[in-house]
Structures are given as structure tokens and as C-alpha cells.
């Protein structure tokens, strides 16, 4: 089986992860994959080798032993953790937001970081969360990129499940006006004004461009759960892209192959990429359930320090390879997402 038709079984199964794998070279390595899988995606804004990353999406990918669908999460940005000390790049222990964990591990040498290497200190502080011991594959997703992967699919269709008001765009998708105090400051938190782009909601599927769905899953002001909301939102997307790839033909993946680029960055542990898509090609697209996890705001006084989940009986579910039955004899746990 070729490179070509390697990827063309990644895109029929591998969930979130079809262009990651597609990207990620062919390696030596075991011929199969057995057991429960958890698999770490994070997403970043378009960064260059000279700027840290921060993880602002981080969603866990846990497929059971016997393949029976998948399961969504999000672990908040805004997480209040402790991330390990990380020799290859210098950083000591500290208590911090999860999504800084990507970019403390991340440096490579003054002014270069690599997100690739950010992702193991990300997947350490995640599996401390978490109680996963060590997850089995992971990529990194530049929004960007992953914009270019929703054009060459033509766009996507998703339920729009509450009204959502743009902070970044115009009713035309250009960038709103910066207020003049903040035009030349970037340190602003909410530096737009003027006319926003509205998403009103529908119970019936909507067509968005690609910038309106990246626009649409990066929003949270103005929300009422604000990041919780905005991480169904990011799941819902995410599985609107899942269900469009399991129905596409090979000419459209071969575009959505070349539009994600390098972009991607995949790391598959110790199995080589056609393991992982022969793997992979056995989970059902349509077998996906999201779910989002209960949390708190953390105060200091007034001032806010981060997220709070609590969790841990779920956590031990996806270590225990029990997800399933744990929704059904807990259903009041966690939430998972309507299944649109």
C-alpha cells in the first residue's frame, strides 16, 4: 500500500487527526496498534520559529479498545495546573495556565521555538491532569492551516446552537476597527469597535466560509458560559469536519492533503503512519460523542487566576477504558454535547 493510499485510509477514519497523519512521514515501527488510544490535539495561532506558541485549544481524543466510536474533551486554556520542569528547554516547575505549558516547552535556543517539542511538555501537564499516562499520538494544529484544510473541503455545515457575536470580524470578514488608544498598544484585552459579524442561532445546519468558522469557534465574549461555550463550539466544529472528510472522494482529500501543508505537525509514538491509518480506519466517523467537563472560575480576591474542572471520576474512566459506561451510570457528571 503506497503513501497515497495510506492517507486516503487516515482521511476514511482517523477522526480529527486525517492531515496531521497525512503530513507525518512514514516511519518504522510496530505493524499494529492495540489497546484504548488517547491522542492529544492542541491548536495554536499561525506563529513563526521566532514567537512561543500557546496552546489556546487542547481537546483529548479517547478511542476504547474496542474501536466503538470515539470520545471528545476539552481541557480549558485557562486551567490552572502545575507544569513540570521540561530539560529540553530549560523551564522550571511552576503553577500556571495550561496553555502556557506549550509554550514554555517549546524553546529550542534563544528567540527559535518548535511547537512539536512544545507538545511534550503539553502531554506531560496534560497526563498529570488527566491520570493518562502517557498519550499515544498528539498533533498540533495551526488555525491557519486549519482554515486552508475547511476551504479545500468546500466548507462545513453545523447547528449554530446559541447567538454569537463576533469580536475580530466584520459583517464582510475583514478585521473590525481598532479603538485609537489601542491602535498602536497590543496589550489591549478588547481592543475592537465598530460593526461585528452576528451568527444568529438556527436549528438547522449552516454553511460557513472558512474564515467564518474559524471566526465563529474562537469567539467567547459575550457568551454566557464564555470558554465553555466556546469549547462545545470548537467539538461541534471539529466533528462537522469529521463527518464532511468521512463522505469525501479522493480527489477532494488529495486537495485537503496539500492544503494542510505544514501546518500540521504529528507525532505518532512508536508506531509507524500506516499503522496508525489502518488503525484509525476502523473508527466509525459517525460513532463520535463530545463532551464538555464541568469547571469553575478560580479568584484570588477579585482577580481571576484561571479554570477549575472537576472531573476526576471522568478522568478515571478514559484511564480505565470506561467512558461508555460511565456516561450511562453517571449522567449528571459531565455533559455531553447535543448530537446534531
Not at 457575536?165 to 465598530?194: I, M, W
Not at 482529500?253 to 489502518?278: E, I, Y
Request: hydrophobic share 40%; glycine share 8%; proline share 8%.
Amino acid at each position: 500500500m503506497g503513501p497515497l493510499r495510506h492517507r486516503l485510509c487516515v482521511a476514511a477514519g482517523s477522526l480529527l487527526l486525517l492531515p496531521a497523519l497525512a503530513a507525518a512521514p512514514a516511519t518504522a515501527g510496530p505493524a499494529s496498534i492495540d489497546g484504548p488510544l488517547n491522542i492529544l490535539l492542541a491548536g495554536i495561532d499561525p506563529r513563526d520559529a521566532h514567537t512561543a506558541p500557546l496552546a489556546d485549544t487542547i481537546i483529548v481524543v479517547h478511542i476504547p479498545a474496542n474501536r466503538s466510536g470515539a470520545f471528545l474533551f476539552s481541557l480549558p486554556r485557562d486551567l490552572v495546573v502545575r507544569i513540570p520542569g521540561f530539560a529540553k528547554s530549560g523551564s522550571l516547575p511552576q503553577r500556571a495556565k495550561i496553555n502556557a505549558a506549550m509554550a514554555l516547552g517549546s524553546r529550542v535556543a534563544e528567540g527559535r521555538y518548535d511547537p512539536a517539542q512544545g507538545l511534550e511538555l503539553l502531554a506531560r501537564t496534560a497526563g498529570q491532569v488527566t491520570g493518562i499516562a502517557a498519550f499515544d499520538a498528539g498533533a498540533v494544529i495551526d488555525f491557519g492551516g486549519f482554515q486552508d484544510v475547511v476551504a479545500a473541503l468546500g466548507g462545513v455545515k453545523m447547528v449554530i446552537d446559541q447567538d454569537v457575536v463576533s469580536e475580530h470580524r466584520k459583517p464582510d470578514g475583514t478585521p473590525r476597527d481598532r479603538l485609537p488608544q489601542c491602535r498602536s498598544n497590543h496589550d489591549c484585552a478588547r481592543p475592537y469597535t465598530g460593526e461585528q459579524k452576528i451568527y444568529p442561532k438556527s436549528d438547522n445546519p449552516v454553511r460557513l466560509k472558512p474564515w467564518e468558522a474559524l471566526d465563529f469557534v474562537r469567539q467567547r465574549y459575550g457568551l454566557p458560559r464564555s470558554d465553555y461555550d466556546r469549547q462545545r463550539h470548537q467539538r461541534q466544529f471539529l466533528t462537522a469536519v469529521v463527518t464532511k472528510l468521512s463522505k469525501a472522494g479522493p480527489s477532494r482529500l488529495r486537495r485537503v492533503l496539500a492544503a494542510a501543508g505544514d501546518s500540521l505537525t504529528f507525532s505518532g509514538g512508536r508506531h509507524s503512519l500506516a499503522a496508525w491509518a489502518d488503525e484509525l480506519r476502523r473508527v466509525n466517523a459517525a460513532d463520535v460523542t463530545t463532551v464538555g467537563l464541568p469547571g469553575t472560575a478560580v479568584f484570588d480576591d477579585s482577580r481571576y487566576l484561571g479554570e477549575s474542572v472537576d472531573a476526576a471520576p471522568f478522568f478515571t474512566a478514559v484511564a480505565t477504558d470506561r467512558v461508555a459506561p460511565f456516561l450511562i451510570d453517571h449522567p449528571g457528571a459531565v455533559t455531553p454535547d447535543p448530537q446534531r
